[in-house]
């Protein structure tokens, strides 16, 4: 499956709650994101394999891989198309073996450190950030600014999306930075019409 970064959507249980989590992923979709990413660190397993079932669905034939935020039993359960993990939450190779060569399989990524200790044999691409606080991750790392983000960017063996805090406003700084493309959560989750919300991304 090809990969687009150019604009990747994280959902967010409560930022979702105002249109329904399938309904504004589709119209997101509709906007112009091109990668979704089901996230939901309080849901069950059974809770977040139903939301990953219903989106695929909903998904179909749109050419927008879904993938699953940590948890490889629901990606394996829900027939997702891959699966992200941060540098706590789980074991890439792993996830590669147990899905396939033909899965999506990132990697959240936020300083130079972990960048120097990577292994991207099981990896399609990297998450950067934050670039900014923001407040739908708690105990996130130090923001790297765009300065920071293009040097991270620089020390890559693979693409990457700027995760944390970004607005559409920011998309040409990302860009430049040499990221594919914003990661985004509240910039689209938590807007009124999420569909023009995507669209305002892609606006010169």
């Known amino acids: ?13 409560g930022l979702c709650a105002r249109h329904g989590l399938v309904e504004t992923v589709v119209a997101a979709v509709r906007g112009g994101v091109t990668l979704v990413q089901l996230r939901d660190k309080h849901a ?4 977040l394999i139903d939301q990953a079932r219903r989106l695929g669905l909903a998904l179909a034939g749109s050419g927008v891989p879904l993938i699953i ?17 941060g540098q ?12 396939g060569e033909r899965a ?6 936020q300083n130079h450190e972990q960048m120097a200790r ?5 990896l399609d691409y990297l998450g950067l ?3 900014f606080a923001t407040t739908t991750k708690r105990n996130h790392a130090r923001p790297l600014g765009f300065d920071g983000l293009a040097a991270l960017v620089a020390a890559s063996p693979l693409p990457a ?10 998309g040409d700084q990302v860009r430049a930075a040499g990221a594919q493309g914003p990661a985004v959560i509240s910039a689209i989750c938590g807007q009124a019409d999420p569909e023009a919300a995507a669209r305002a991304f892609f606006r010169k």
């Open 161 to 170: 999306v700027a995760i944390g805090g970004l607005q559409a406003e920011h």
């Open 118 to 122: 990577l292994d991207p044999g099981p």
């Open 88 to 99: 706590d939450d789980g074991d890439a190779a792993a996830a590669r073996q147990a899905l």
């Open 69 to 85: 935020n940590d948890r490889l039993n629901v990606a394996l359960a829900s027939n997702a198309d891959g699966l992200h993990v």
């Open 129 to 131: 950030g934050p670039v």
């Open 104 to 109: 999506i399989i990132g990697l959240s990524v």
């Open 1 to 13: 499956m090809r990969i687009d970064l150019s604009l990747y959507l994280v959902t967010d249980p």
């Open 44 to 47: 069950s397993d059974d809770e």
